[in-house]
């Protein structure tokens, strides 16, 4: 369901500088359907609400910070995106999960199409048996730390099953009073702290969770961008270039904070206590590898749906404006220092190319309802 696109009026406001501090400063991707609105982020304000981030539709350098109401001078939205406005203004919290729940609830409401309703609730179905999976193993984990050898399994691989489940949750009662805590308390914590974990999972986890998989396909878009540089030295082949030095960068961020949220799951007892004491600083730390990946995915969409080279040389106009500039926060993350200007550095010398952005709007349109039943 979409409107027809209306011209951009005149009277924008002057274009802003874009060199965030913080992760939510920088805001969260919203995935909007308008072709306009592609790259659009969303970020919390002092007197409630959100405001939007909009690449410079010119494809210049900067952004516009504008209101919901503001977007009329730039586009005509389509319904699924002025639902998802709605949704998203209404969130108590601005961050990449609670964003994705809100597009999930108006994808299920059928505004991005019927194959997005399906692949909603499977993936919805899917991120449950994921939780579910992320649980158990910290169970096992705590089992194993506090009583070694309690389960007598010899190191073989623990698949979930309700026999191993039910022998865990015994021998979770005989060490409960030895965390000073009743074995009902530790369970209730552990699901909790398992929903905190279920996007990146347990180190090793099987099948990958989503933002395993993520990075798996940030990987290939990596290598795929590389190698197309590589090979094709025109506009293309310096977009791409873009592309890969970004993704290299954010990939070699997000393995250091995926590698410290899966080393706490291996002091499952010191994980409890950190959880009682301190839940939102516990779940903030271990969603930095989410905020550092936020937005990759539409760009991944974006090259894995293109199928012919010339396909791809549009694709890499897009993408080149949609890469995701690294707030400066993200030293203290990782802790050393991050090249946060490589970015804009590139901006400066790439033609970003922005005739997609033109022309055949009901055709990305479409595509980008496709999108929501592949990212649901």
């Given at each position: 369901?979409?409107?027809?696109?209306?011209?951009?009026?005149?009277?924008?406001?002057?274009?802003?500088?874009?060199?965030?501090?913080?992760?939510?400063?920088?805001?969260?991707?919203?995935?909007?359907?308008?072709?306009?609105?592609?790259?659009?982020?969303?970020?919390?304000?002092?007197?409630?609400?959100?405001?939007?981030?909009?690449?410079?539709?010119?494809?210049?350098?900067?952004?516009?910070?504008?209101?919901?109401?503001?977007?009329?001078?730039?586009?005509?939205?389509?319904?699924?995106?002025?639902?998802?406005?709605?949704?998203?203004?209404?969130?108590?919290?601005?961050?990449?999960?609670?964003?994705?729940?809100?597009?999930?609830?108006?994808?299920?409401?059928?505004?991005?199409?019927?194959?997005?309703?399906?692949?909603?609730?499977?993936?919805?179905?899917?991120?449950?048996?994921?939780?579910?999976?992320?649980?158990?193993?910290?169970?096992?984990?705590?089992?194993?730390?506090?009583?070694?050898?309690?389960?007598?399994?010899?190191?073989?691989?623990?698949?979930?099953?309700?026999?191993?489940?039910?022998?865990?949750?015994?021998?979770?009662?005989?060490?409960?009073?030895?965390?000073?805590?009743?074995?009902?308390?530790?369970?209730?914590?552990?699901?909790?702290?398992?929903?905190?974990?279920?996007?990146?999972?347990i180190a090793g986890q099987t099948p990958p969770p989503r933002i395993i998989r993520l990075i798996e396909a940030l990987t290939r878009l990596h290598?795929?961008?590389?190698?197309?540089?590589?090979?094709?030295?025109?506009?293309?082949?310096?977009?791409?270039?873009?592309?890969?030095?970004?993704?290299?960068?954010?990939?070699?961020?997000?393995?250091?904070?995926?590698?410290?949220?899966?080393?706490?799951?291996?002091?499952?007892?010191?994980?409890?206590?950190?959880?009682?004491?301190?839940?939102?600083?516990?779940?903030?730390?271990?969603?930095?590898?989410?905020?550092?990946?936020?937005?990759?995915?539409?760009?991944?969409?974006?090259?894995?749906?293109?199928?012919?080279?010339?396909?791809?040389?549009?694709?890499?106009?897009?993408?080149?404006?949609?890469?995701?500039?690294?707030?400066?926060?993200?030293?203290?993350?990782?802790?050393?220092?991050?090249?946060?200007?490589?970015?804009?550095?590139?901006?400066?010398?790439?033609?970003?190319?922005?005739?997609?952005?033109?022309?055949?709007?009901?055709?990305?349109?479409?595509?980008?309802?496709?999108?929501?039943?592949?990212?649901?």
């Amino acid at each position: 369901m979409h409107d027809a696109a209306a011209p951009a009026a005149p009277n924008l406001p002057l274009s802003q500088a874009y060199h965030p501090t913080t992760f939510l400063e920088r805001g969260v991707a919203v995935p909007f359907t308008t072709p306009m609105l592609s790259g659009t982020r969303a970020r919390p304000i002092e007197r409630g609400g959100i405001e939007l981030i909009v690449p410079n539709p010119a494809g210049g350098r900067g952004v516009y910070v504008l209101p919901w109401s503001g977007v009329y001078q730039l586009c005509r939205p389509t319904v699924h995106d002025t639902r998802l406005n709605e949704v998203v203004a209404s969130l108590p919290t601005v961050t990449p999960g609670t964003i994705r729940k809100a597009a999930r609830i108006v994808a299920q409401e059928g505004l991005a199409g019927r194959e997005a309703v399906n692949a909603s609730k499977q993936v919805q179905a899917t991120e449950y048996e994921e939780q579910v999976l992320s649980n158990f193993l910290l169970l096992l984990e705590l089992v194993d730390q506090a009583e070694p050898g309690g389960l007598g399994t010899n190191g073989a691989p623990r698949a979930h099953t309700k026999e191993l489940e039910t022998r865990a949750k015994r021998a979770l009662v005989r060490i409960a009073p030895r965390l000073g805590l009743r074995a009902e308390a530790i369970a209730e914590a552990l699901e909790q702290i398992a929903g905190v974990f279920a996007g990146i999972g347990i180190a090793g986890q099987t099948p990958p969770p989503r933002i395993i998989r993520l990075i798996e396909a940030l990987t290939r878009l990596h290598d795929d961008a590389l190698e197309w540089g590589k090979v094709h030295r025109d506009e293309s082949g310096a977009q791409a270039g873009m592309v890969a030095a970004v993704a290299d960068l954010t990939l070699g961020c997000a393995a250091r904070t995926l590698a410290e949220a899966h080393a706490a799951a291996r002091d499952v007892p010191a994980l409890l206590g950190e959880w009682r004491t301190a839940p939102s600083r516990l779940a903030q730390r271990i969603a930095r590898t989410e905020w550092l990946l936020d937005g990759w995915e539409q760009i991944c969409l974006i090259w894995h749906c293109a199928s012919s080279d010339l396909e791809r040389r549009s694709a890499l106009a897009e993408m080149g404006l949609l890469v995701p500039v690294l707030p400066r926060e993200v030293t203290d993350w990782v802790g050393s220092t991050v090249d946060i200007d490589l970015v804009h550095r590139f901006r400066k010398t790439v033609s970003l190319n922005v005739d997609w952005r033109t022309g055949a709007v009901f055709e990305r349109v479409s595509r980008n309802e496709k999108f929501r039943a592949l990212a649901a």
